[in-house]
């Protein structure tokens, strides 16, 4: 970086220090240089048009068109939910899960990622897999063609990392319709946030700069989204396989009494790092 460009960033920085705070908690000096860096990697924009967009508030990911997430670097835009820290718990959760499946006796291992976004989740499992031998046929849906062109572009980016053996499919699709083959992990991020009753938890840019689609449902139409994607994952899980979810810590008790009334049996639900429940798990094991 050249030093007219380090000493302009420096000097917005500690121009606009208070409104930056307000839209980038803890940022630095530091960490915007390095947001620079990317952002002019990626766009070949100048650096006016960086501190423009700086001003509104828009997220850095959505800045700079990458975020970190568990191991790689992914492209972002705005058709997807920038991928949050607390779910690379839930792919951890679905690491274990794939180590068991592999111990069995099945020669293919078969998931869905429902609600794919940037495919941070499956391409995330995909990656701490390589070791195992068994062929994998993964499956990413979404209901956003958007979200999918981005995880395509993720996947292209992360394929060398990937065993050749495991195979990645794109479905645009609702939930888990058009998926017929029976699969061992079934993993989701859905949208969990109800639109009304749990707005005044969400960040104002967040709700301004996220996609809608990858947040929100209907409170009126809650738990009947959710009992029809049980009831889809139910009839698509394999004998044995396992359901993993990610969920609002409100509303997870109630939908997994609905995931019971759908057969989904040995629930539980898992605490995030702070200690708040946040992810379903359960399983298929009657006909
Ligand atoms: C919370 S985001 C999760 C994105 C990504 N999996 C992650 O964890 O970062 C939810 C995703 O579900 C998708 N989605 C919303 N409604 C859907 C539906 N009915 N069927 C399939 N995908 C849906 C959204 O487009 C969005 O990409």
Redesign the pocket.
């Known amino acids: 970086m050249s030093t007219k460009t380090y000493e302009a960033l420096a000097e917005f920085f500690e121009t606009h220090q208070q409104n930056l705070i307000q839209f980038y908690p803890g940022l630095t000096l530091r960490r915007l240089e390095q947001e620079w860096s990317l952002f002019s990697r990626i766009t070949s924009q100048p650096l006016s048009l960086f501190l423009q967009k700086l001003k509104q508030g828009i997220p850095l990911a959505y800045i700079s068109g990458s975020s970190y997430f568990y191991k790689a670097e992914f492209f972002i835009t705005p058709d997807?939910?920038i991928?949050?820290y607390e779910?690379e718990i839930l792919v951890e959760m679905g690491v274990k899960e794939i180590f068991k499946i592999a111990q069995g006796p099945n020669s293919i291992i078969r998931i869905a990622?429902?609600?794919?976004?940037?495919g941070?989740?499956i391409l995330s499992l995909l990656q701490d897999c390589t070791l195992i031998k068994n062929q994998i046929e993964a499956t990413a849906?979404?209901?956003?063609q958007a979200?999918l062109n981005v995880a395509k572009t993720n996947y292209d980016s992360l394929r060398t990392h990937l065993a050749s053996n495991h195979k990645l499919t794109f479905l645009h699709?609702?939930?888990l319709t058009k998926l017929s083959t029976p699969q061992q992990l079934i993993i989701t991020?859905?949208?969990y946030i109800k639109a009304k009753e749990d707005l005044s938890t969400v960040h104002p840019m967040v709700k301004k700069f996220e996609?809608e689609?990858?947040?929100f449902l209907k409170d009126d139409e809650y738990e009947n989204w959710f009992e029809n994607m049980f009831i889809q994952a139910y009839n698509l899980l394999q004998m044995e396989g396992v359901f993993l979810m990610e969920g609002h810590e409100n509303h997870l008790p109630l939908l997994s009494k609905i995931a019971a009334h759908c057969g989904l049996s040995q629930i539980t639900i898992h605490p995030d790092l702070t200690g708040r429940k946040r992810f379903l798990r359960a399983c298929r094991i009657k006909e």
Not at 113 to 118: I, L
């Open positions: 997807v939910l991928p949050r779910t990622d429902m609600g794919t976004g940037s941070a989740i849906t979404d209901i956003s979200a699709a609702d939930r991020n859905p949208p996609p689609l990858a947040l």
